[in-house]
């Protein structure tokens, strides 16, 4: 008797399907030693010199890293806070030392403060950003799956086969638990969707959707087949366009008060974080009435004024002294 | 005979829980199943280390998120003008980007509309900055699309190197989507162009088939959204890259000293008009003397 113990099976490789125990199970129940046989050849197949050589091109690295991984995920789940993080990196990072490193000692001051400029606005952007849509996010993504789920009309004309075969396809339950599911009466909390006034741009084209699968199973003629075949297509890309609008139209919702805050913080972030602030030019002395006030007025930093003290008159303030620049 | 210790729990129970023929144990599978289930949960928690009060934040912040998508974004997105959108997008590749647009010109029209109401600046200058934003706007939209344009075959390509690279089972997956492909191919023989079944591509095949390639759901979900993320990071980068790096760099210090050139030679032609004006009563007051 040959005894392996499969230590190597901790690594996530071992828990994907190949292709003899999807494709003939007869054959994997008999011997699953073959099985096994297949996937030591696939994971050590191949000389040591050509995995080294690949390896070592720099896009395969990036390609196969942590880091690039993890934003491909990121960027899938949350297309606008990563491109707030791309932008964290590029107008935060990137610009502002290219910005100080351009030829030009006369605007050294100017170019600092561009800089400054620069991060403070990838900052803000990526905060607001991160911190409305996140939510937006995860929301749009509850409800677009609960709408995309079946009526209860329509799961009223199922058959239990059909349940059956749906709680095994969409729903990747092993034949105990879809058993166990029916018996338990749990198979229409599973698949009904659970607001019927969800939303009706996509119950609407679900349910229709879910009818043209029926007439699609119940006709024989090609013609007829190829036509509700493309329509049930067009749907398809339909609600998946739904999905990606709703993602990605809060870009547009949240573009007005990111640019208002934008240029409300900018001056506070460059003089409180950054401990930059732009020569304004020589002013006249104070009158003694501001500076008694001044005096007064002790608990707030004196370059505050009192048009500052709350957010709406310091936004406005900051909009009327907004003279222009780049995002 | 060949056995092999399994000593990957989890691999067993995922493998029991998406197949209907179990791999063993079939007169008590369920108290196995049990067992298993448990020893995963708390293995799970002692590697992760997740407490019961991360846990009530976590289910916390998915309420939160939940309450958002039912009073929030139902009411806001689910209305006409949402479905005319995609309705346009529907067929574009990586729609993304239009959004991108649409957010940068509400962005650059915000700011834009800020100096033409800025008081406290001259009037010229205020006009010509305007005009500088939104030529600005423009050069930097049409350098990203021609950008984005230009390396789409090359991402491209660089997402199916990225599956290749990162999905263990991608040969078995290649494999198959050949097969299949070669299957319509022979029934498309013959057939008129419009009549043609179209051929599988990398991502229709895996949203179609992908799942029987996973054991575990959660991997084969991975996949998908690390697959779309990568379609997406195309117009992200390059979109950030142009409005966010290249144009201000680029466009700032020429952009400047046009303005600077044209205000000064506006001040010399506002001159010379003043110095036309006051010479004119001058040249009136000659002609009635004589």
């Known amino acids: ?160 086969a059909e349940i059956r075969k749906i709680l ?97 913080l900018i001056p506070l972030i460059l003089k409180y974080v950054f401990h930059l602030e732009k020569k304004k030019k020589a002013q006249p002395a104070p009158q003694p009435e501001t500076v008694q006030a001044n005096i007064n007025n002790n608990s707030k930093p004196a370059a505050v004024d009192d048009s500052m003290t709350t957010i709406s008159g310091f936004m406005t303030k900051s909009m009327k002294d907004f003279s222009g620049g780049q995002k | 005979m060949d056995v092999r210790f399994n000593t990957y729990y989890n691999s067993y129970n995922q493998y029991n829980k998406s197949n209907k023929r179990p791999q063993a144990f079939t007169g008590k599978e369920e108290a196995a199943e049990r067992i298993l289930n448990a020893a995963e949960n708390r293995i ?74 800025n008081k406290k600046m001259d009037k010229d200058r205020k006009k010509t900055l305007a005009v500088n934003q939104f030529l600005t706007f423009l050069l930097s939209t049409a350098g990203a699309l021609f950008l984005d344009g230009r390396l789409k075959d090359w991402w491209s390509a660089k997402k199916e190197q990225y599956f290749d690279l990162n999905v263990p089972n991608a040969e078995d997956i290649r494999h198959n989507l050949k097969e299949k492909n070669e299957k319509i191919m022979l029934r498309n023989e013959g057939l008129a162009e419009v009549d043609k079944e179209p051929l599988y591509t990398l991502d229709s095949y895996l949203e179609k088939f992908g799942k029987k390639h996973f054991i575990d759901p959660k991997d084969y979900d991975n996949l998908m959204t690390k697959m779309k993320g990568f379609a997406a990071l195309r117009s992200i980068i390059v979109f950030a890259l142009v409005y966010r790096f290249l144009v201000p760099i680029i466009v700032t210090k020429p952009a400047n000293i046009i303005c600077e050139k044209y205000l000064a030679h506006k001040k010399a032609k506002d001159a010379q008009k003043a110095q036309q004006a006051e010479l004119q009563p001058q040249n009136n007051q000659i002609k009635t003397a004589a």
């Open chain 1, 168 to 264: 095994a396809d969409q729903y990747n339950m092993s034949e105990n638990e879809i058993q166990k599911c029916i018996e338990e009466n749990k198979a229409e909390a599973k698949i009904v969707r659970k607001f019927d006034k969800g939303l009706k741009i996509i119950t609407s084209k679900t349910d229709k959707l879910n009818e043209l699968k029926r007439q699609l199973k119940l006709t024989d003629d090609a013609a007829a087949k190829k036509a509700l075949g493309d329509q049930i297509r067009g749907l398809d890309k339909h609600i998946k366009a739904i999905d990606t609008t709703m993602h990605n139209v809060v870009e547009w919702v949240i573009a007005v008060p990111r640019a208002a805050l934008t240029i409300a």
């Open chain 1, 1 to 160: 008797m040959n005894i392996k113990p499969l230590n190597y099976n901790f690594t996530h490789k071992h828990r994907y399907k190949s292709d003899c125990e999807y494709a003939d199970p007869g054959v994997m129940g008999k011997s699953a030693g073959l099985c096994g046989e297949k996937r030591d050849n696939i994971t050590f197949s191949g000389s040591q010199n050509n995995s080294v050589a690949a390896a070592s091109s720099f896009m395969e690295k990036i390609l196969k890293s942590g880091a690039f991984q993890w934003l491909t995920k990121f960027s899938g789940k949350h297309n606008i806070a990563s491109s707030a993080l791309i932008a964290l990196f590029l107008a935060g990072l990137l610009r502002p030392a290219a910005t100080v490193a351009l030829p030009g000692k006369k605007d050294k001051d100017d170019k600092i403060y561009a800089a400054g400029h620069s991060m403070a606005s990838a900052i803000v952007g990526f905060i607001f950003s991160t911190i409305v849509t996140s939510p937006l996010d995860s929301g749009s993504k509850y409800i677009i799956q609960d709408a995309q789920k079946m009526s209860k009309a329509d799961f009223d004309k199922l058959s239990e």
């Open chain 2, 44 to 117: 799970v928690r002692s590697v992760t280390g997740e407490s019961k009060s991360f846990n009530s934040v976590s289910d916390a912040y998915d309420n939160f998120c939940n309450w958002v998508g039912k009073n929030i974004c139902r009411p806001v997105f689910d209305n006409g003008f949402i479905n005319h959108i995609a309705d346009k997008i529907k067929h574009k590749d990586n729609a993304i980007k239009f959004f991108l647009i649409g957010g940068s010109a509400i962005t650059s029209g915000v700011y834009m509309q800020q100096t033409l109401t």
